[in-house]
Nanobody, 125 residues
């Protein structure tokens, strides 16, 4: 069964950068679309970015367009989220999720097949 583990979170200053990783095990990630989601304290989980199984198609929430970049390396069974120009409002626990349906992931649905445990990103001076 596919399992996902996020890593790369931590404390970063406003304007700084951070790269998150979503590593898969138990199954190949080749057939799965993957999305990044985040949940700030007291708020509901929201979609951030997603990428198709091939890596040829990606989508971003308006709040992160131009600042975040999603990518994947299927040979490493890993999806990445490069976060630049970070803002305090980016502070949240970031989760990756996977589903065989790209439209479902691209719609930022919370009903994905599998989720990781999350990694905390704190943007503060």
């Amino acid at each position: 069964q596919l399992q996902l583990v996020e890593s790369g979170g931590g404390l970063v200053q406003p304007g700084g950068s951070l790269r998150l990783s979503c590593a898969a095990s138990g199954d190949t990630l080749d057939y799965y679309a993957v999305g990044w989601f985040r949940q700030a304290p007291g708020r509901e989980r929201e979609g951030v970015s997603c990428i198709s199984s091939s890596g040829n198609t990606a989508n971003y929430a308006d709040s992160v367009k131009g600042r975040f970049t999603i990518s994947r390396d299927n040979a490493k069974n890993t999806v990445y989220l490069e976060m630049n120009s970070l803002k305090p409002e980016d502070t949240a626990t970031y989760y990756c999720g996977a589903d065989l349906s790209y439209p479902v992931v691209a719609a930022f649905s919370s009903d994905l097949e599998v989720w990781g445990q999350g990694t905390l990103v704190t943007v503060s001076s």
